[in-house]
């Protein structure tokens, strides 16, 4: 248990330092990065195959103590994850490193969005510079924009992040040169759900790509 726990741990900082690494990506690392990501889903799904195999062992006893059967169930499912996320970062990257995304120039993708409660939603999206080469080593500068669809009883209403005059604007600011996965909350008050999002990158006032989900 302690060990799979170690392993959870472990897991979780390799995917954050990996995260940090390729948020300053470039064509020439982009090789290596994406053998590293390989490696690690075999050794994760590995680890995986023998946490299940522990899980098996211990219903089939049925002896274990309901909070360490539970502790471990939540490991798992922590670890499986944890392997989705990163077998879609990996195929992003491969997409990006491949040329595969065509020369559309900037491009939102993985757009996340989860309600927290109190009318709190947190997202989670990636942004990409494609295309030329030339452009892809031109460093965007711009913002993030959200327009978000809520129904607060019988009404619907566009709500826009940020609003104007908002003085957490500066969270929706943005810069980057290959990619930049970003993270971030937005709140629509007690009361109001939200139906549907769509996401803006903007730059001089000028809609450079969009991405919408439906929740």
Do not use: C
Request: hydrophobic share 40%; glycine share 10%; net charge neutral.
């Amino acid at each position: 248990m302690i060990v799979l726990a170690g392993a959870s741990l472990a897991l979780a900082g390799w995917i954050y330092d990996a995260g940090q690494r390729f948020a300053g990506f470039h064509q020439g690392a982009s090789e290596h990065e994406i053998a590293e990501m390989r490696a690690r889903i075999g050794q994760l799904e590995a680890e995986l195959e023998g946490a299940r195999k522990v899980a098996n062992a211990s219903e089939s006893r049925l002896r274990i103590e309901s909070t360490s059967q539970e502790r471990l169930a939540t490991q798992i499912k922590t670890l499986e994850e944890q392997n989705a996320l990163l077998k879609s970062d990996l195929a992003t990257f491969e997409s990006l490193a491949g040329g595969e995304t065509g020369s559309s120039g900037l491009a939102i993708s993985r757009l996340q969005i989860d309600p927290v409660g109190d009318g709190q939603y947190r997202y989670r999206l990636l942004l990409a510079q494609t295309g030329d080469k030339k452009d892809k080593d031109k460093e965007f500068k711009g913002m993030v924009q959200m327009l978000a669809t809520v129904q607060r009883g019988k009404e619907t209403a566009m709500i826009q992040f940020p609003a104007a005059g908002d003085p957490a604007a500066d969270q929706y600011q943005v810069n980057f040169r290959y990619f930049r996965r970003l993270e971030g909350s937005f709140n629509v008050g007690g009361g109001a759900r939200v139906l549907r999002v769509e996401v803006r990158l903007v730059q001089d006032g000028i809609v450079k790509a969009t991405q919408s989900i439906a929740l």
